[in-house]
T-cell receptor, first 110, second 113 residues
């Protein structure tokens, strides 16, 4: 059974720092992995999708990597800003469903 | 191109009642998946519909049921509501490939009193 874990559960850093969020999964048989952002009380915004054949994807200040063999993905945020404060969720696409981590709540202090 | 839409935005029901949530898929998509997200947790897969047939189901009881219509819009029905059904219900649409991205609607916030 696929399980997805995100560490840390919460993170608070000063503005301007570079940071890394971690996601691990137990079964390497995935089609892709996706990182999402969720603002309080809101829906999901897709940030990056990495296909199983890819190693990384980049969008602006965000870079996501995928190591299927070790069951790990990281989301790197460069030069963090207060507007980056949100909960970040990773999800693996396994068969027909997305299986989710519980998220990392990120607070960027001005 | 129209994105995924959901209605209503918010809903308050009492225990034992029934509720219907609606989702319109993105243009060109024939697959709809439903997820439940309790407060402080990641979403949990409820079920998926492909061309009007249930294609897969998560660990939810039969009182959670769904429909998909010929235009690929979908409904989620929950009978005999329980307090623990209070959550954000998310709908996602996609093309039928296992590698395809699922595009999410804004969700329906259900509160059961």
């Amino acid at each position: 059974k696929q399980e997805v874990t995100q560490i840390p559960a919460a993170l608070s850093v000063p503005e301007g720092e570079n940071l890394v969020l971690n996601c691990s999964f137990t079964d390497s048989a995935i089609y892709n992995l996706q990182w999402f952002r969720q603002d309080p009380g809101k829906g999901l915004t897709s940030l990056l999708l990495i296909q199983s054949s890819q190693r990384e994807q980049t969008s602006g200040r965000l870079n996501a990597s995928l190591d299927k063999s070790s069951g790990r993905s990281t989301l790197y945020i460069a030069a963090s800003q207060p507007g980056d404060s949100a909960t970040y969720l990773c999800a693996v696409h396994s068969n027909y469903q997305l299986i989710w981590g519980a998220g990392t709540k990120l607070i960027i202090k001005p | 191109e129209t994105g995924v839409t959901q209605s209503p935005t918010h809903l308050i029901k009492t225990r034992g009642q029934q509720v219907t949530l609606r989702c319109s898929s993105q243009s060109g998509h024939n697959t709809v998946s439903w997820y439940q997200q309790a407060l402080g947790q990641g979403p949990q897969f409820i079920f998926q519909y492909y061309r009007e047939e249930e294609n897969g189901r998560g660990n939810f009881p039969p009182r959670f049921s769904g429909l998909q219509f010929p235009n690929y819009s979908s409904e989620l029905n929950v009978n005999a509501l329980e307090l623990d059904d209070s959550a954000l219900y998310l709908c996602a649409s996609s093309l039928w490939t296992n590698t395809d991205t699922q595009y999410f609607g804004p969700g329906t916030r259900l509160t059961v009193l």
